[in-house]
């Protein structure tokens, strides 16, 4: 009777599962018995699952996919490459550790179209990187090497290590995104952007490589609200480029200059950065036109917090903070010996506005003139504190309404 009581319990409780299973389903009792794919749906692909990444990578289609990376540190030895579009690669934070152990200059991770070429017509669209490490060593290559993918977007990566450029992207020309990324200690740029356009580099962190970022040939990069510390050369260099906007940075203690602008730039705004303790020089016009100098805070920069060179004009150089570590009540900051400060260095430059900028215990000037003579320079407005200038060595210039001279 007890076997018995117990079949009739074992089919009353199945029985309720039925029902409630057809009550869930509004009614019907045609209860799917397997999962049901969305149309158009792709399988994500699991990396685990696969013999080596690059077996994971190749096992994408052709029209783009998913690439999931489980933690783990995973060495290699050749490029991971990627040669579809629309392809996402994405790790599980730093605990997916790409680690490029290669010594003869390759890179670690490559996206480039399966021909090779070089030309627009070789181009990839749509490449997301996100959320792994990647680390290499001084003989190997770049960290990530993209050539020719538009829309690139680099989110949540760090890139380290590496004997080349840390994110080295080749005419990528259309609308590349490189944010909150941690990009540090590669031998050469830590982000080199060549021949591209339309660029945004957001809510990064660079720091101990030899320069870093250089954004060379291109147009329309924002650069917005990163953190550069301890570079061995330059902050961020600029050439040939126009239509920029560098402003909300944090640029401090680099061995060189924290931006230099040179070789035909035009229309850039630098503006609301913070300019601290760099050794050579803050801001460096060697070779720029119709620029906007503003709103920055030059501390402790050494020498020429603002240099505007000889091949630079038609500069505004407004509303900007030039000191030292004076903390008030007569106070520095500083030790005796790290204390110097510079203001504005102008070489043999023409067709300039000073206005509106205050200059605190700056020298040997607040404003020194050097070399050929420069011509057709406003200076106005500015408030002078325990500094003075050359400014009666400008020809053709106004000097007028300043205060402290």
Avoid at 160 to 188: A, M, V, W
Avoid at 221 to 244: A, F, P, Q, R
Avoid at 291 to 300: G, P
Wanted: aromatic share 4%.
């Amino acid at each position: 009777m007890k076997t018995l009581h117990g079949i009739f319990l074992l089919v009353a409780v199945a029985g309720v599962v039925v029902v409630g299973q057809i009550w869930a389903a509004g009614g019907s009792a045609d209860v799917p018995t397997q999962p049901v794919r969305l149309p158009g749906a792709a399988a994500v692909i699991d990396a685990a699952l696969y013999p080596s990444l690059q077996a994971a990578l190749d096992a994408l289609p052709t029209t783009g996919g998913a690439v999931r990376l489980p933690p783990g540190t995973f060495e290699i030895t050749e490029p991971l490459r990627i040669s579809a579009a629309d392809v996402l690669l994405e790790g599980a934070g730093t605990a997916t550790h790409i680690k490029n152990v290669n010594k003869e200059g390759k890179s670690a991770l490559v996206l480039q179209h399966a021909s090779g070429a070089e030309n627009r017509d070789a181009e990839l669209w749509r490449i997301r990187l996100a959320n792994f490490r990647l680390t290499g060593n001084d003989q190997s290559g770049h960290g990530v090497e993209a050539r020719r993918i538009n829309e690139i977007f680099i989110e949540g990566v760090t890139v380290s290590h590496h004997g080349g450029d840390g994110i080295h992207l080749h005419f990528c020309y259309e609308d590349p995104r490189i944010c909150d990324s941690l990009i540090t200690y590669n031998k050469q740029t830590g982000l080199n952007l060549i021949g591209c356009h339309d660029i945004v580099v957001s809510s990064n962190q660079f720091e101990e490589n030899q320069d870093a970022l250089r954004c060379i040939d291109g147009f329309n990069l924002c650069m917005t609200g990163n953190n550069l510390d301890d570079h061995l050369g330059d902050g961020v260099v600029i050439e040939n480029t126009y239509g920029s906007v560098v402003s909300g940075n944090m640029i401090e203690e680099c061995s060189g200059t924290a931006i230099v602008l040179a070789r035909d730039c035009y229309g850039i705004t630098l503006s609301a950065n913070v300019i601290a303790h760099n050794v050579t020089g803050g801001i460096d016009l060697r070779d720029a036109h119709g620029c906007a100098v503003s709103a920055n805070t030059f501390t402790i920069v050494r020498q020429h917090a603002v240099r505007i060179g000889p091949d630079s004009g038609r500069i505004t150089v407004c509303g900007n903070n030039f000191s030292d570590s004076y903390i008030g009540a007569e106070q520095e900051k500083r030790a005796v010996d790290d204390q110097a400060a510079a203001g504005i260095t102008l070489a043999g430059t023409a067709d300039v506005a000073v206005v509106g900028n205050l200059f605190g215990s700056v020298g040997p000037k607040a404003v020194a003139v050097e070399g050929a003579p420069s011509v057709r320079v406003l200076f106005s407005e500015n408030l002078l504190r325990d500094t003075n200038s050359d400014v009666d060595k400008l020809e053709h210039s106004l000097v007028e309404g300043n205060l402290g001279e």
